[in-house]
């Protein structure tokens, strides 16, 4: 089935600790992003990607990181410089931004915890 | 700024019961709006969207109008089910080009048999 996978569903890191999120996406989409949410709020951009080798900084980069090597694929790190990572993490991804009403397509997220 | 504002939740309504969340927003440009559902433990799924000024958005039942006078894309579904029962985020991407989802908060709808 198409769509984007992201692994681990659970994940806990302990203090001090770098982990890496992973999404495969095998839509053939050239963009990909990262979200935060936080309960009761919405969602906020981390990264982005539009194409190989390229990302942009979103809202809340600090303490993480990213790579694009592969169009299909985009890690996320969260670093131990995360003073607050417990959140659940979600990729995206879409086709070739610049086109109206761009939709963005979402995985199943991943729940990191801090312990 | 970009922002999206959305009624407080959480909403409880009782089965076959009609639904409306109320959905506002600030944009520079000329928007394209979305209605995204989150069931419990899940990623995001879209519900549905609109691209222009009184384009109405719709799937599964719900529907929402894109009202730009108002600047406002209310969700609403005439009879709602259990398996409803799940957050809506509304969200906005505001003009061609644009990388960004812009999100409310959220609302959350449970709904009882």
């Known amino acids: 089935d198409g769509g984007i996978t992201q692994s681990p569903k659970y994940l806990f890191r302990k203090e001090g600790q770098n982990v890496t999120l992973s999404c495969e996406q095998n839509?053939?989409?050239?963009?990909m992003y990262w979200y935060r949410q936080d309960p009761g709020q919405g969602l906020r951009l981390i990264y982005y990607?539009?194409?190989?080798?390229?990302?942009q900084k979103g809202d809340i980069a600090e303490g993480y990181s990213v790579s694009r090597e592969k169009k299909e694929s985009f890690p996320l790190t969260v670093t131990s410089a995360q003073k607050n990572p417990t959140a659940f993490y979600l990729c995206?991804?879409?086709?070739?931004?610049?086109?109206?009403?761009?939709?963005?397509?979402f995985g199943e997220g991943s729940w990191l915890t801090v312990v | 700024g970009n922002s999206v504002t959305q009624m407080e939740g959480p909403v409880t309504l009782s089965e076959e019961a009609f639904l409306t969340i109320n959905c506002t927003y600030t944009?520079?440009?000329?928007?394209?709006l979305f209605w995204y559902v989150q069931y419990p433990g899940e990623g995001l799924q879209l519900l549905l969207k609109?691209?222009?000024?009184?384009d109405k958005g719709s799937n599964k039942g719900f529907e929402a109008t894109y009202r730009k006078e108002t600047t406002s894309f209310h969700l609403e579904k005439g009879s709602v089910q259990v398996s409803d029962s799940a957050v809506y985020f509304c969200?906005?991407?505001?003009?061609?080009?644009?990388?960004?989802?812009?999100f409310g908060k959220g609302t959350k709808l449970s709904v009882i048999p």
């Open positions: 995206a991804s879409s086709h070739q931004q610049g086109r109206r009403g761009n939709t963005i397509y």
């Open positions: 839509l053939n989409h050239d963009a």
């Open positions: 990607s539009q194409i190989v080798n390229d990302f």
């Open positions: 944009a520079t440009g000329y928007p394209s």
């Open positions: 609109a691209t222009k000024a009184d």
């Open positions: 969200a906005l991407m505001s003009g061609a080009g644009s990388y960004q989802l812009t």
